[in-house]
């Protein structure tokens, strides 16, 4: 299965739809509060709580429209259910060696989870383009800002169904 769009795992979703709620239903109405307090207490100009409040509204605002698209525009993948689990799909967790044999173990997600501290790549990364499809064996050029690298596809592993 080749995800088109914006692809995200089940885990992904949840996090964007939690951030979305925690914001929306949490920090946004404390805000309102304290921008309503503050905007109470007279001269606004020169009122630190009354600005910091309206800028950190802004802000959430932004990001509250930014999660909506993202979300409206995901794609949701459940990596256990990938059909072809001897190729590198959506989801996949690959081990791959270099020509020194150095290891690295990557799990390709959604580029809205990814994680390089959890070797957890967005699906439009340079390296995940490289991989994907390949097998067990396979060799693959991965073009870094650095030059080439070529990496052996040592193992893949998906997530067991629940």
Known sequence: MKPDGNPITPAGISALRARYDHLLGTERPQIVEIVSWAAGNGDRSENGDYLYGRKRMREIDRELAFLARRMKAARVIDPARQEDHS???FGATVEIADEDDN????????????????????????????????????????????????????????????
């Open 103 to 162: 290891r690295k173990v990557l799990t390709l997600v959604g580029d809205d989870e990814q994680d390089a501290t959890a070797s957890q790549i967005g699906w439009s990364a340079p390296i995940a383009r490289a991989l994907r499809g390949a097998r067990v064996g396979d060799l693959r050029t991965v073009r870094l800002p650095g030059g080439e690298k070529q990496w052996e596809i040592m193992s893949i592993t998906y997530p067991a169904a629940t």
């Open 87 to 89: 190729r590198v799909l």
